[in-house]
């Protein structure tokens, strides 16, 4: 199987075949969105097979407890113990417009549509993660403890 072929596989398999268009109304209050996008729990297994698929790009510049990984980014925050160092909320916050903290970050907003640059003409008005999506990262994120 081509690298090609391999991407678009796993591209499909971590796509929602219900991924709105229209964003989830949100609040954010301080430095996070205290409720859940879905209204409820995220799956933290799901988060964790997110994380390291290449399709969401976080084992890109991130690193973590992921032994099983062979290449981790080292461009951004070591993942481990990211639970301790952030709660859901601002875990929550980050995923869905991480520029909220840094202007100059170069990790993507995963729950915007709009005011975006450089972004690929099939997710053009479309956020990168559905909300389903980001309760289960945040879900994983939240276990790791150090």
Avoid at 33 to 59: E, K, N, Q
Avoid at 102 to 126: C, E, F, H, W
Avoid at 134 to 146: H, Y
Wanted: contains cysteine.
């Amino acid at each position: 199987m081509t690298a090609i072929a391999a991407f678009a596989v796993a591209s499909r398999a971590f796509s929602s075949p219900a991924k709105a268009e229209e964003l989830v109304p949100y609040k954010i209050v301080g430095d996070g969105i205290p409720a859940s996008l879905t209204g409820t729990p995220g799956d933290a297994a799901r988060g964790r097979a997110l994380v390291l698929a290449r399709t969401t790009t976080c084992i890109l510049c991130h690193s973590g407890p992921f032994p099983e990984t062979r290449f981790q980014g080292d461009l951004a925050p070591d993942l481990t113990g990211a639970g301790n160092r952030w709660t859901a909320s601002q875990l929550r916050l980050r995923l869905v417009d991480a520029s909220r903290f840094n202007g100059q970050t170069i990790m993507p907003s995963y729950y915007r549509n709009d005011s975006l640059v450089r972004v690929g003409r099939n997710l053009a008005g479309k956020p990168i993660l559905s909300a389903a999506e980001i309760e289960d990262i945040v879900a994983f994120l939240a276990t790791l403890r150090d």
